[in-house]
Nanobody
């Protein structure tokens, strides 16, 4: 089992940047594929970015490609989400999630992920 704690959210003006962090504790962090999701009020939770166990391969939602970078530091048990050129549409609660499945595939469906953090609020003002 792994426990996840997000941090780094806040209020930022459109065009600004934020770096979210997700610290993991418990079972070996490098055994999990990691993902970032977000949920806006009244909307379903959606995939933002994901990475393989090594961090060498990353995946992004079309809506954030070119503006967002996911990375992980397995020595620090932390996954990051660097967000640039933020837009009002990026507003929401951001969650990190861990997938302990055996497949090497990174999935975009929230239901695949086994563990979730409590979320951190990101608000982009226009």
């Amino acid at each position: 089992q792994v426990q996840l704690v997000e941090s780094g959210g806040g209020l930022v003006q459109a065009g600004g940047s934020l770096r979210l962090s997700c610290a993991a504790s418990g079972r070996t962090f490098s055994s999990y594929k990691m993902g970032w999701f977000r949920q806006a009020p009244g909307k379903e939770r959606e995939f933002v970015a994901g990475t393989t166990r090594s961090g060498l391969t990353t995946y992004y939602a079309d809506s954030v490609k070119g503006r967002v970078t996911i990375s992980r530091d397995n020595a620090k048990n932390t996954v990051y989400l660097q967000m640039n050129s933020l837009m009002s549409e990026d507003t929401g609660v951001y969650y990190c999630a861990a997938d302990e499945g055996y497949s090497s595939n990174v999935y975009t469906r929230p239901g695949v992920y086994d563990y979730w953090g409590q979320g951190t609020q990101v608000t982009v003002s226009s």
